[in-house]
């Protein structure tokens, strides 16, 4: 595991600002544990010349008494589905090969303008399809803890970059578990903040109204750190809402006294005993500090992975129209007419699973089968989204575990969808409602870490910060 | 004749291009008419990956107006659709509309066709994204995409199938014209395309049981709508005498040939997959909004201007319809009516307003308040026969085109002569000058007496009064 290990990020900040180090020294430390770990294959690839010259920009403007950011020097890593400049965009996909965008993501652009540097470009499943990278259209990262095994998915080049510790913090995108499942496989903190309070801006599309952007970091600090500079409105989503007045950063620890839903449906056989084991620990650790834990039912959490697998789909087939090899990416060159341009350069780009979510999304949308499957789905997930409304009456947080398995072995799933989707069951539910969750490392089974997934009420994203983080001093 | 007893059946689709600065979801700008290809594209226009729409607030205020303009309040609710297929000129691969929840659903447009008046009603408006344009270079192999115009806010007015001819369909469509003109809801450059007609027509002998229809597109002239009509009513009715059946498809209108034809084999069978765009919420107007859309559309509410205009008098309706072509002209006609002058003098300067002021000036702004006045005393003068018309007009043109005119010294150095004995000296002049003609008309020959007065005015540089002239004329030579 990481040889070295960074300091907090706003412990970095000062320290850049005070003189003790440079953005340059930052950013080269970076280059270098990414050059030293390249084995893992958490990274697409580096904005070298980009970084260090942000870098040498920052400690001049440092010198000559200029004010810089709360995150000035601060390096980070992207999944490669943000539109960064410096670096191709291209959401691990064939289609997007050679992207080079004309634009800037929001969160990048936020993160920028605080003096952060995005130093490279991580890994994912292509289009940000799946639970492993293994849908990645170039390769696959490797689990820091355990190389024959998958880093989760589809952030795992993020999460697995935080775990190798190659810069203090990354980003990655969460449409059904994207940020937490990795972050529970790689044993790290990954926030899936409130649908809305982070523009979606210059972040490829996956399912628009489930895709949320979040930071994947070593600690809650430094993600809470990281969700007050990248949330807030900029007029280019229609679909943010306000963000907390006060800073993500302000955060109340306490435990004693908070009511505590432990969801039953994620407690029961179909999760692995080892993982239940560590949730169980964990509780009794929060008993133990003065937390009320009751058991809560959540029925028709179960119908949340169904309904997520057509409305997604839905919505990835109309995202991915654009994809059409006629002004950007690629365009297959030999096609005799315009339908055979738009049939290979969509056959030849896409991989399967990008198809097949194409294909399912296609027909729930077709007329005729509109009623029974998308209306249908839509229906389930205003009763879904009533149920959690119901269990935040009653209790602050919900809790349980993020994934129903540890890190599975590389090609253990590839060959069954079914199985892979399923390790997403216990966090589609929060995309659906919109809430905001975090998986928190919470101990280890058979020596891979195991996530604890903390839920709570939309908008309630300081209240889980701060509950996490007097979580996380538990252990 | 068997074929007088087919009923036709129409409705018009009519997308009108809303008067935004920038497009509908990009704050990039609308007007194309001049810009190089590609030149008016953000990221947004070109479908890059992350690119999310932004809804043009201003777009869903001129269709408010426009719903009011139709007679209807808007709808506090609506939504946004994705529309999918594939072109080129499509660069998202879905186009965005207003599907199940369009923000206008009802109203009517009064029409009148040769003196008989008819409400025809209106289905629903819908507000939408245009495409880009495709051209296809004759000769080439390949063909160009301009995106331009890809993301222009549109506002497709749907009517019902209540028109049952091709001049009650050009009725339509140009009443259609002035009420989205007036409203100022879109500037309506029918050349640009500010205005296309999509037309629906059916023919039946059974009025409760309709034939079927084909639609002829993107009609962008009156003319065009009224011709295409017109054929396809001819056309269907002989396929039917002929025994064949009409095939229900889209047509495109040839001008040059003044006839539709099939674009059958183009057209595929569409599932546009239309579903709710994640990215954009419904949008939920609130009554202070829609209230506010309100009173900025009575300032210009066409049906009760016209209704003003037609109960002071002055003016045909033909004259009404040229005026309601320029929203300006309204305006100034509007001000010269509050001025309650003398019915003549009123009438005098609405015919120069509509039928001679337009000939020289650049642009309808040119109708400026300051100029109500000085037209009034023209009249005025012309009026009392303190100038002749041509003097008169001479007054108008000098007063919109030079800044320095002085009305009432213009009026005074023109003024028209109508001394008696002043006029006598000049006309025995002119006679004494031009014997043969005075000749003739002492003779009986009438029409010399015109050249004898074109004379008088041309010795008077026009300001003799011409009817006293005359009188003078003829008391001299005795006729």
Same mark, same amino acid.
């Given at each position: 595991?990481?040889?070295?290990?960074? =300091?907090?990020?706003?412990?970095?900040?000062?320290?850049?600002?005070?003189?003790?180090?440079?953005?340059?020294?930052?950013?080269?430390?970076?280059?270098?544990?990414?050059?030293?770990?390249?084995?893992?294959?958490?990274?697409?690839?580096?904005?070298?010349?980009?970084?260090?010259?942000?870098?040498?920009?920052?400690?001049?403007?440092?010198?000559?008494?200029?004010?810089?950011?709360?995150?000035?020097?601060?390096?980070?890593?992207?999944?490669?589905?943000?539109?960064?400049?410096?670096?191709?965009?291209?959401?691990?996909?064939?289609?997007?090969?050679?992207?080079?965008?004309?634009?800037?993501?929001?969160?990048?652009?936020?993160?920028?303008?605080?003096?952060?540097?995005?130093?490279?470009?991580? +890994?994912?499943?292509?289009?940000?399809?799946?639970?492993?990278?293994?849908?990645?259209?170039?390769?696959?990262?490797?689990?820091?803890?355990?190389?024959? /095994?998958?880093?989760?998915?589809?952030?795992?080049?993020?999460?697995?970059?935080?775990?190798?510790?190659?810069?203090?913090?990354?980003?990655?995108?969460?449409?059904?578990?994207?940020?937490?499942?990795?972050?529970?496989?790689?044993?790290?903190?990954?926030?899936?903040?409130?649908?809305?309070?982070?523009?979606?801006?210059?972040?490829?599309?996956?399912?628009?109204?489930?895709?949320?952007?979040?930071?994947?970091?070593? +600690?809650?600090?430094?993600?809470?750190?990281?969700?007050?500079?990248?949330?807030?409105?900029?007029?280019?989503?229609?679909?943010?809402?306000?963000?907390?007045?006060?800073?993500?950063? =302000?955060?109340?620890?306490?435990?004693?006294?908070? =009511?505590?839903?432990?969801?039953?449906?994620?407690?029961?056989?179909?999760?692995?005993?080892?993982?239940?084991?560590?949730?169980?620990?964990?509780?009794?650790?929060?008993?133990?500090?003065?937390?009320?834990?009751?058991?809560?039912?959540?029925?028709?959490?179960?119908?949340?992975?169904?309904?997520?697998?057509?409305?997604?789909?839905?919505?990835?087939?109309? +995202?991915?129209?654009?994809?059409?090899?006629?002004?950007?990416?690629?365009?297959?060159?030999?096609?005799?007419?315009?339908?055979?341009?738009?049939?290979?350069?969509?056959?030849?780009?896409?991989?399967?699973?990008?198809?097949?979510?194409?294909?399912?999304?296609?027909?729930?949308?077709?007329?005729?089968?509109?009623?029974?499957?998308?209306?249908?789905?839509?229906?389930? /997930?205003?009763?879904?989204?009533?149920?959690?409304?119901?269990?935040?009456?009653?209790?602050?947080?919900?809790?349980?575990?993020?994934?129903?398995?540890?890190?599975?072995?590389?090609?253990?799933?590839?060959?069954?969808?079914?199985?892979?989707?399923?390790?997403?069951?216990?966090?589609?539910?929060? +995309?659906?409602?919109?809430?905001?969750?975090?998986?928190?490392?919470?101990?280890?089974?058979?020596?891979?870490?195991?996530?604890?997934?903390?839920?709570?009420?939309?908008?309630?994203?300081?209240?889980?910060?701060?509950?996490?983080?007097?979580?996380?001093?538990?252990? | 004749?068997?074929?007088?007893?087919?009923?036709?059946?129409?409705?018009?689709e009519c997308?009108v291009?809303?008067?935004?600065?920038?497009?509908?979801?990009?704050?990039?700008?609308?007007?194309? &008419?001049?810009?190089?290809?590609?030149?008016?594209?953000?990221?947004?226009?070109?479908?890059?990956?992350?690119?999310?729409?932004?809804?043009? !607030?201003?777009?869903?205020?001129?269709s408010?107006?426009a719903a009011?303009?139709l007679?209807v309040?808007p #709808?506090?609710?609506?939504?946004?659709?994705?529309?999918?297929?594939?072109?080129?000129?499509?660069?998202?691969?879905? #186009?965005?509309?207003q599907?199940?929840?369009p923000i206008v659903v009802g109203g009517? $447009?009064?029409?009148?066709?040769?003196?008989?008046?008819?409400?025809?009603?209106i289905v629903r408006a819908h507000i939408?994204?245009?495409?880009?344009?495709?051209?296809?270079?004759?000769?080439?192999?390949?063909?160009?995409?301009?995106?331009?115009?890809?993301?222009?806010?549109?506002l497709e007015i749907v009517s019902?199938?209540?028109?049952?001819?091709?001049?009650?369909?050009?009725?339509?469509?140009?009443?259609?014209?002035?009420?989205?003109?007036?409203?100022? $809801?879109?500037?309506?450059?029918?050349?640009?395309?500010?205005? &296309?007609?999509?037309?629906?027509?059916?023919?039946?002998?059974?009025?409760?049981?309709?034939?079927?229809?084909?639609?002829?597109?993107?009609?962008?002239?009156?003319?065009?709508?009224? &011709?295409?009509?017109?054929?396809?009513?001819?056309?269907?009715?002989?396929?039917?005498?002929?025994?064949?059946?009409?095939?229900?498809?889209?047509?495109?209108?040839?001008?040059?040939?003044?006839?539709?034809?099939?674009? &059958?084999?183009?057209?595929?069978?569409?599932?546009?997959?239309? *579903?709710?765009?994640?990215?954009?919420?419904?949008?939920?107007?609130?009554?202070?909004?829609?209230?506010?859309?309100?009173?900025?559309?009575?300032?210009?509410? *066409?049906?009760?201007?016209?209704?003003?205009?037609?109960?002071?008098?002055?003016?045909?309706?033909?004259?009404?319809?040229?005026?309601?072509?320029?929203?300006?002209? $309204?305006?100034?006609?509007?001000?010269?009516?509050?001025?309650?002058?003398?019915?003549?003098?009123?009438?005098?300067?609405?015919?120069?307003?509509?039928?001679?002021?337009?000939?020289?000036?650049?642009?309808?702004?040119?109708?400026?308040?300051?100029?109500?006045?000085?037209?009034?005393?023209?009249?005025?003068?012309?009026?009392? !026969?303190?100038?002749?018309?041509?003097?008169?007009?001479?007054? $108008?043109?000098?007063?919109?085109?030079?800044?320095?005119?002085?009305?009432?010294? *213009?009026?005074?150095?023109?003024?028209?002569?109508?001394?008696?004995?002043?006029?006598?000296?000049?006309?025995?002049?002119?006679?004494?000058?031009?014997?043969?003609?005075?000749?003739?008309?002492?003779?009986?020959?009438?029409?010399?007496?015109?050249?004898?007065?074109?004379?008088?005015?041309?010795?008077?540089?026009?300001?003799?009064?011409?009817?006293?002239? #005359?009188?003078?004329?003829?008391?001299?030579?005795?006729?």
């Open positions: 595991m990481p040889k070295y290990i960074w =300091k907090s990020i706003s412990d970095l900040a000062d320290d850049v600002k005070s003189g003790k180090t440079t953005a340059t020294e930052l950013v080269e430390k970076s280059l270098e544990l990414i050059e030293e770990n390249e084995e893992f294959k958490p990274i697409i690839a580096v904005i070298k010349d980009g970084s260090l010259k942000r870098a040498k920009e920052i400690d001049s403007a440092i010198k000559s008494g200029k004010k810089v950011g709360r995150l000035a020097g601060v390096p980070f890593i992207a999944k490669d589905n943000f539109l960064v400049y410096g670096a191709d965009t291209t959401a691990a996909s064939n289609i997007l090969k050679g992207f080079d965008a004309p634009y800037q993501s929001t969160a990048i652009n936020k993160l920028e303008a605080e003096g952060a540097i995005c130093v490279a470009k991580a +890994n994912l499943d292509a289009f940000a399809h799946g639970s492993s990278t293994e849908n990645s259209d170039f390769f696959t990262t490797l689990n820091p803890h355990d190389k024959t /095994r998958v880093p989760g998915g589809s952030s795992g080049g993020s999460a697995a970059s935080v775990a190798l510790s190659l810069a203090p913090f990354s980003l990655g995108s969460d449409t059904g578990g994207s940020i937490r499942q990795p972050a529970s496989f790689c044993g790290v903190v990954g926030l899936k903040p409130t649908y809305g309070i982070v523009g979606r801006s210059g972040v490829v599309a996956m399912g628009s109204s489930l895709d949320v952007i979040g930071p994947i970091a070593k +600690n809650v600090e430094d993600a809470a750190t990281v969700l007050d500079v990248i949330s807030g409105k900029d007029g280019l989503d229609m679909t943010m809402i306000d963000r907390d007045k006060e800073s993500y950063s =302000k955060l109340d620890k306490t435990i004693k006294g908070k =009511k505590i839903g432990l969801i039953k449906e994620y407690m029961d056989e179909s999760v692995d005993p080892e993982v239940i084991k560590v949730i169980k620990e964990s509780v009794d650790k929060l008993v133990a500090s003065g937390a009320i834990v009751e058991e809560v039912s959540l029925p028709l959490s179960k119908l949340g992975l169904p309904a997520y697998y057509i409305l997604c789909p839905a919505e990835v087939s109309s +995202n991915l129209s654009r994809y059409d090899g006629q002004r950007y990416g690629y365009s297959y060159k030999d096609a005799k007419d315009l339908s055979e341009s738009y049939m290979l350069s969509r056959d030849v780009g896409f991989g399967d699973e990008a198809k097949r979510r194409i294909m399912i999304g296609t027909y729930v949308l077709s007329s005729g089968y509109y009623d029974a499957y998308y209306k249908k789905a839509q229906v389930v /997930r205003t009763k879904i989204i009533e149920e959690s409304d119901k269990a935040f009456s009653k209790f602050d947080f919900l809790v349980g575990p993020t994934t129903p398995t540890t890190a599975f072995k590389i090609g253990d799933k590839t060959g069954d969808p079914i199985s892979m989707y399923l390790s997403d069951l216990m966090t589609v539910t929060a +995309n659906l409602t919109g809430c905001p969750s975090m998986s928190i490392p919470a101990g280890e089974a058979q020596g891979l870490p195991v996530g604890i997934q903390i839920i709570a009420a939309q908008r309630k994203d300081r209240e889980l910060l701060g509950f996490a983080k007097g979580f996380e001093e538990l252990n | 004749m068997a074929k007088s007893e087919y009923i036709p059946t129409i409705g018009i997308h291009q809303l008067k935004t600065d920038t497009k509908l979801f990009a704050a990039v700008s609308n007007d194309a &008419r001049s810009a190089e290809p590609n030149t008016l594209v953000s990221h947004i226009c070109f479908g890059l990956p992350g690119a999310l729409p932004a809804l043009n !607030e201003r777009a869903v205020e001129l408010c107006k009011f303009a007679g309040s #709808q506090k609710f609506s939504k946004f659709d994705r529309k999918h297929y594939f072109y080129p000129d499509l660069p998202k691969g879905y #186009q965005i509309s599907f199940s929840d009517h $447009v009064d029409i009148e066709v040769d003196g008989e008046k008819k409400k025809i009603g939408e994204e245009d495409a880009g344009k495709t051209t296809h270079p004759a000769g080439k192999d390949y063909s160009l995409v301009d995106l331009n115009r890809a993301g222009t806010p549109l019902e199938p209540e028109i049952h001819s091709a001049k009650e369909a050009k009725a339509y469509a140009q009443k259609l014209y002035l009420l989205m003109k007036y409203a100022d $809801v879109s500037d309506v450059d029918l050349y640009h395309g500010n205005m &296309r007609f999509d037309v629906n027509v059916s023919v039946s002998k059974d009025p409760k049981n309709l034939g079927t229809r084909t639609e002829t597109k993107n009609l962008n002239s009156f003319k065009a709508v009224e &011709r295409a009509v017109e054929y396809e009513i001819k056309r269907q009715i002989e396929e039917i005498e002929k025994g064949r059946e009409i095939i229900q498809e889209t047509r495109g209108w040839d001008d040059a040939k003044q006839k539709t034809t099939s674009q &059958r084999g183009k057209e595929e069978a569409h599932d546009y997959r239309y *579903f709710p765009d994640p990215d954009i919420p419904p949008l939920n107007l609130s009554d202070q909004f829609i209230k506010s859309a309100q009173l900025a559309f009575e300032k210009k509410n *066409f049906y009760v201007i016209r209704e003003k205009l037609v109960k002071a008098g002055h003016l045909s309706n033909q004259d009404l319809d040229t005026l309601f072509n320029n929203p300006e002209a $309204v305006d100034f006609a509007l001000m010269i009516i509050d001025k309650k002058v003398k019915t003549s003098v009123a009438e005098k300067v609405l015919d120069w307003v509509i039928n001679v002021i337009p000939s020289f000036i650049d642009d309808y702004s040119a109708f400026e308040s300051d100029k109500v006045d000085p037209l009034i005393l023209l009249a005025e003068a012309y009026d009392e !026969e303190k100038l002749i018309s041509s003097r008169a007009k001479e007054g $108008v043109k000098n007063l919109f085109k030079d800044e320095e005119f002085n009305v009432s010294e *213009f009026i005074k150095q023109n003024e028209t002569v109508s001394d008696e004995s002043e006029l006598e000296i000049i006309v025995e002049k002119v006679l004494s000058e031009n014997e043969q003609a005075a000749n003739d008309v002492a003779n009986g020959e009438m029409k010399a007496i015109g050249f004898l007065v074109g004379q008088i005015m041309k010795a008077t540089k026009g300001k003799a009064n011409p009817g006293m002239v #005359q009188k003078i004329i003829k008391q001299k030579l005795k006729v």
